[in-house]
Every structure is written in structure tokens, then in C-alpha cells.
């Protein structure tokens, strides 16, 4: 179920951005995937997430154009295992044998003990949301292939990155940041795009926004986590999906979502939404 194609895509489709010297993002159909390391400099770089199933060729094809013909990375870098962001990684590792890295809550997922819950196709929001069902929630078995992050907070292959446990759209979401240039990997933590959204989808138009609504199941941590990263106060952001963001408009609209984030980000309804009660509806 996880190689299956998902007949799903955006205007910003396979047009590279490169946001800074050594972080290149790479929208493939409706996510991102991101090369960490210097263009032209084939060995040091790192992939962090993996795409949409059936994109492994775009990817491979997109990593040789930066980096050099038969570039491979040093490792992969998981913010978090749904189906859009390891979907080409089981074709990726039978071409590149590197480390797979991600939380420790996030392995059971990856090592086949665990699946995500089932999308919720009931949660408010557009047609995205509802067509939600046809997603995989299954996880996949990368054996010893995929290791815990380590816990001094380091990113492998990732000099002056550390990773921040950043829960709420999955129990071991993690996202990356680097103090130096205040750079941010969000991952799903917050997005740029209207994930449920099938237009903006299409048209990437960017809105700073909560993780997509359809797949996130503990929506008090996903709170908290945002507020966590706006304090960090990151001078450019890279999503899991839209555009990247930057500057005084990210800072403005990050700040004013871990302010409004209840009503801002947090669905009316849907099976993971606490009624008043506090009990999940």
C-alpha cells in the first residue's frame, strides 16, 4: 500500500528552490523533500524525508543534478513516517545503502509494529480532507536499517543542527534547527500551505498554517510544539509542504499562529478534536 501512486499534485511540482547555500527544497507533487549539503559537492549531504510513493526516480534524478552524477546521501533524516514522506524510501535504499534516523517514538512505525490511525476523513476542512481515505496509514519495516536520533540532540551528518521533539501531528515528530542562521526544518509541525485545501494545494497558495488537519491526532502537543518553535524565533522555515518562508513574515505569522492556534489551526470537528468536555468527539 505504501508504493502506491497517489494521483495528487501542485503547480511547484519539481521546481527546486534553494533556500540557502546548503538547503535545497524539492517539492515532489504535494510535499517536500530537502538536500542538506553544498551543490556540486557530491559525498556530506544529507536527504531529510523521503516523497511521495513512486517518486524515488525524481528524486534520485533531482539529487544527481545538485550534487554530481551516482551522489548518494550520507543518510536520511525523518521528521516523521506518514506515507508522504517515506513513500519512495524503500526504492531509495535499494539504490543508496545508507542509515534511515528518526525519533525513538517514531520506530515502531517504521520497523512494521505499528500504524498510524486511519485518516480522518470527518475532520473539518476542504475536499483534501475528505479524499483522505484513499491515504496509507500502514507503516513499513526498515529492519536495522533505521536508527533513533541521538539524544544529545545532534543531527547525523548535520554539523550545528540539532533536532527538537516537536510531537502532535505524530507521536515521535521531530523538527531540525540550526542556531547559527536561525534556519528551521519544520517538517509537519506547522505548514505554509492549506493541506486540506485541494486548490491551495494545487495552487501552493502559502497561508502559515497548523499540520494537515486529516492526519494529526494530538492536536494540545501539536500546540505546544508550535509555540516551542516560534520562541526559537527562526529567521527562514522549510516545510513538509508549501513554499518556504522567511524573514519578518515568518516571524509575524509564526508568532501569530502559536497565539491563535485553537481557532486558527484546530478543526471544529473531527475524531481527534477534544469536545468541551475534554473527551475526544
Request: charged residues 25%; proline residues 7%; contains cysteine.
Amino acid at each position: 500500500m505504501q508504493d502506491k501512486f497517489i494521483p495528487v499534485t501542485s503547480i511547484s511540482s519539481g521546481i527546486g528552490i534553494p533556500v540557502l547555500p546548503d538547503l535545497y527544497c524539492f517539492p515532489i507533487q504535494v510535499v517536500n523533500v530537502l538536500f542538506a549539503g553544498t551543490a556540486g559537492r557530491r559525498e556530506g549531504w544529507v536527504l531529510i524525508d523521503a516523497g511521495m510513493p513512486g517518486t524515488a526516480d525524481d528524486i534520485v534524478e533531482a539529487a544527481e543534478e545538485r550534487f554530481g552524477e551516482g551522489a548518494g546521501p550520507e543518510a536520511v533524516i525523518l521528521t516523521h513516517g506518514h506515507f508522504d514522506h517515506i513513500g519512495a524510501l524503500g526504492e531509495l535504499l535499494k539504490k543508496w545503502d545508507v542509515p534511515v534516523y528518526a525519533h525513538e517514538l517514531e520506530l515502531p512505525y517504521l520497523t512494521g509494529k505499528k500504524d498510524y490511525p486511519e485518516p480522518d476523513t470527518t475532520v473539518e476542512g476542504g475536499l483534501v480532507a475528505k479524499m483522505s481515505g484513499m491515504f496509507p496509514n500502514e507503516g513499513i519495516d526498515l529492519g536495522s536499517r533505521v536508527n533513533k536520533l541521538p539524544e544529545s540532540g545532534d543531527v547525523p551528518f548535520m554539523p550545528g543542527w540539532r533536532w527538537i521533539h516537536t510531537p502532535g501531528h505524530t507521536e515521535g515528530h521531530v523538527s531540525l534547527f540550526r542556531e547559527e542562521d536561525r534556519a528551521m526544518i519544520a517538517g509537519d509541525a506547522f505548514v505554509t500551505v492549506r493541506q486540506d485545501s485541494l486548490y491551495k494545494v494545487l495552487t501552493q497558495k502559502q497561508e502559515l498554517t497548523g499540520p494537515p488537519r486529516y492526519l494529526t491526532t494530538d492536536w494540545e502537543a501539536a500546540w505546544k510544539s508550535v509555540i516551542e518553535l516560534e520562541q526559537l524565533a527562526p529567521r527562514v522555515a522549510v516545510t513538509g509542504h508549501g513554499l518556504p518562508m522567511t524573514g519578518e513574515e515568518l516571524a509575524t505569522k509564526l508568532k501569530i499562529l502559536s497565539r491563535t492556534f485553537d481557532t486558527a489551526a484546530i478543526p471544529d470537528h473531527g475524531k481527534f478534536v477534544k469536545n468541551t468536555d475534554g473527551k475526544q468527539n
